[in-house]
């Protein structure tokens, strides 16, 4: 495939449009005929979909903002209880295709000269996109790889990723502070340069959003990023002032209504002082959700689709 977008570094990637790259690269995508069949021009931004009918968003309780805010439904009972072997540690064997483990690898990455482990899944060079998870407090790569917790989300980001001929970098982040931003910071740039300077999206769960922040602050990291997805994170009220708002990156925030760690209100208040100044952003609130709800219920193809569009 031809290169969509200038290498980073190069003088005709500037920061302010590096994102328009994603919805370039899905029209590269569709025109390659890497996509699903019968796809009409109204859905010609639609990556390539893997089990949607399992994890697409139920119902949606309230809609404004032209889509752009909704209120999803969710029950404990139906979504973990019934949806899990074991809840919350094993999801049921329908949830999950493990023919991906095949593309899946673990690696010691140099990011400006410091180790950074990772455990990628999909292609290693030329990925059409690619995609980074970082985790919160406690966990490590192996919470991004683990194919049956988080309701099976993360093996299905894993099967969209190389259906799609993309890659996912889940990394272990030492510490959630400027170093621990350098770092990223630095994979956001790898990733870039590995694709041939495609686009890149970096989505932060939970205290992992104070490397979302941080990064946000790195105007060349963000030269090399599409958009940005914050799960169930704390806000950032000084997010006005960085490279990231300047540039207009599309931000994705999903929060669960009853998180007792970050609160909801604290999210929605920066969605709303965001898309007040016609800047790009969505908000999933999943009612009745708890701190770790948007990481098992964010719809990953509706959120990259979305990114995708702006």
Request: proline residues 4%.
């Amino acid at each position: 495939m031809a290169r969509l977008c200038a290498k980073p570094g190069s003088p005709s990637l500037s920061v302010s449009t590096a994102h328009f790259c994603f919805r370039r690269l899905v029209a590269a995508i569709l025109a390659v005929g890497t996509l699903a069949g019968g796809i009409t021009s109204a859905e010609a931004q639609q990556l390539k979909p893997y089990k949607d009918d399992l994890f697409s968003y139920g119902k949606v309780l309230e809609e404004s903002d032209g889509g752009d805010h909704r209120v999803v439904d969710y029950q404990e009972l139906r979504d973990i209880n019934e949806r899990d072997e074991i809840p919350e540690r094993r999801v049921k064997r329908a949830f999950v295709s493990l023919g991906v483990k095949g593309e899946q690898a673990n690696e010691t990455l140099d990011v400006g000269g410091r180790p950074l482990e990772v455990t990628r899944v999909g292609r290693e060079q030329g990925a059409a996109f690619s995609v980074i998870f970082i985790h919160g407090r406690g966990g490590d790569r192996r919470l991004g790889a683990n194919d049956f917790s988080f309701g099976g989300n993360f093996n299905r980001l894993k099967n969209f990723a190389v259906a799609n001929g993309g890659v996912y970098y889940a990394p272990s982040v030492r510490t959630f502070d400027k170093a621990g931003a350098a770092d990223v910071a630095g994979l956001v740039k790898l990733a870039a340069e590995r694709s041939g300077g495609r686009p890149v999206v970096l989505a932060c769960a939970s205290m992992g959003s104070f490397i979302c922040w941080g990064v946000s602050r790195d105007a060349d990291a963000v030269a090399s990023l599409s958009g940005m997805m914050i799960m169930g994170g704390a806000s950032d009220p000084d997010f006005a002032k960085s490279a990231a708002f300047a540039a207009r990156l599309p931000m994705f925030f999903s929060h669960g209504s009853r998180d007792s760690v970050y609160p909801a209100t604290s999210q929605e208040a920066l969605y709303r002082s965001l898309k007040g100044q016609g800047y790009p952003a969505r908000f999933v609130l999943f009612e009745t959700g708890s701190h770790g709800t948007p990481v098992r219920m964010t719809d990953w193809r509706d959120a990259l689709n979305w990114i995708g569009s702006r």
